[in-house]
């Protein structure tokens, strides 16, 4: 089940429940994208207590000016930061990367992004992609 839809999931008030709704329906497979900016430490402990299996940030640039450029009223460090943290509870939680919860990095490589995934292993921020999907708009 992707609960995503025409917005941010975490912006639903009761997200968490629908994810353990599903999860106790026997959905094997819950996940949404976020673009991470309301994942706070409260609801990253929730989503992962709820059984979220997979969630893909929308991360569209490994450097803060042409992030915040691209994804205008997000703030580069606070999502980073709440990247890391969301990863570092699930490893605290013991929990497997599959069948969950997996953490991904999403992009559209548009002509103004592909420059750039050249220069992120100089860059300062670091992930672990665990899938990558091209797509050049």
């Known amino acids: 089940v ?4 025409n917005g941010e999931p975490l912006m639903h008030k009761r997200i968490v429940d ?19 900016m309301r994942l706070t430490e409260e609801t990253s402990k929730r989503l992962l207590g ?7 940030f929308s991360f569209d640039s490994p450097i803060p000016e042409d992030y915040e450029r691209i994804r205008v009223g997000a703030r580069f460090d ?3 930061e709440n990247i890391k943290r969301f990863s570092r ?5 013991g929990l497997p990367d599959w069948p969950g919860p997996a953490s991904h ?8 992004v592909v ?3 050249e220069v992120a292993p100089e860059s300062s921020v670091t ?3 665990t899938m990558y999907v091209p797509f050049v708009a």
């Open 78 to 80: 606070v999502v980073y």
């Open 50 to 56: 709820a059984g979220l299996n997979r969630i893909i």
């Open 2 to 5: 992707h609960l995503t839809g």
């Open 115 to 117: 420059p750039q995934v």
């Open 127 to 129: 992930v672990r992609v």
């Open 18 to 36: 629908m994810i353990s709704y599903a999860r106790e329906a026997g959905i094997m497979d819950v996940f949404m994208h976020s673009n991470g």
């Open 89 to 93: 509870l699930r490893d605290e939680m």
């Open 105 to 112: 990095i999403g992009s559209a490589l548009t002509s103004a």
